[in-house]
Each structure stands twice: as C-alpha cells, then as structure tokens.
C-alpha cells in the first residue's frame, strides 16, 4: 500500500503563487508515476499534470501550461507542483495520484490523497 498526503494549499489573490508537495510513505517501490487532478465544486476532477519518475517527462492539461510545473524528489518520495501566476479559476481541491505506467505513455493511479485546498481570489 501507498499513502499520499498532500499539503501547501492554501488561500492566495490572483497573480500568485502556491507550492504544492505530495510526500509519498510505504511501498513507494510500486508506482512509477504520479499526476495531480483538481476538482472544483460541482464539477468532475480533471488532470493537471503528469510525471513519469524515472524518465522525468511531464505532461500538462492546456489550462495550465506555462504557468504551473511538476517535478518530483524521488529521495524524499515526494512530488511537487509549482503553481504560478494563479487564476481564480483555478480554485479547486487539488489531489495527487500515483500508479504505474501505461499504453501511449498514460498513467494507470491506484493510489489516491485526501487533496489539498486552493482558494484564489481576484
């Protein structure tokens, strides 16, 4: 089993800027990937990005392209989600996941946080 737990969410006005770690305990020998989703109110969780951990490669939904980034700390087991230049659309519980990889370079999460809050505010 894995356990994710996320932290530094929190509340910012737009045009700031968040860091969000996703720290990683138990058989963190079993997944090679790891992604963060948010989800708004009332709306379905949507992907945000994506890193393959031994590779590095990264993917990112087009809503956040250039202003958020991924990078992970395999030594810590944690990954991180830098989040610049923050709208308030993107106010959303943001969650980490991890699993292993897939077909076309996807990612197949079998392990879910309990998801961090982002508030911003215009």
């Known amino acids: 089993q894995v356990q994710l737990v996320e932290s530094g969410g929190g509340s910012v006005q737009g045009g700031g800027s968040l860091r969000l770690s996703c720290a990683a305990t138990?058989?963190?020998?079993?997944?090679?990937?790891v992604g963060w989703f948010s989800q708004a109110p009332g709306k379905e969780r949507e992907g945000v990005a994506r890193?393959?951990?031994?590779?590095?490669?990264?993917y990112y939904a087009d809503s956040v392209k250039g202003r958020f980034t991924i990078s992970r700390d395999n030594a810590k087991n944690t990954v991180y989600l830098q989040m610049n230049s923050l709208k308030p659309e993107d106010t959303a519980k943001y969650y980490c996941?991890?699993?292993?990889?897939?077909?076309?370079?996807?990612?197949?999460?079998?392990?879910w946080g309990q998801g961090t809050q982002v508030t911003v505010s215009s």
């Open positions: 996941a991890a699993g292993a990889r897939g077909m076309g370079g996807t990612c197949r999460y079998n392990y």
């Open positions: 138990g058989a963190t020998y079993s997944y090679n990937c």
């Open positions: 890193i393959m951990l031994t590779s590095g490669s990264t």
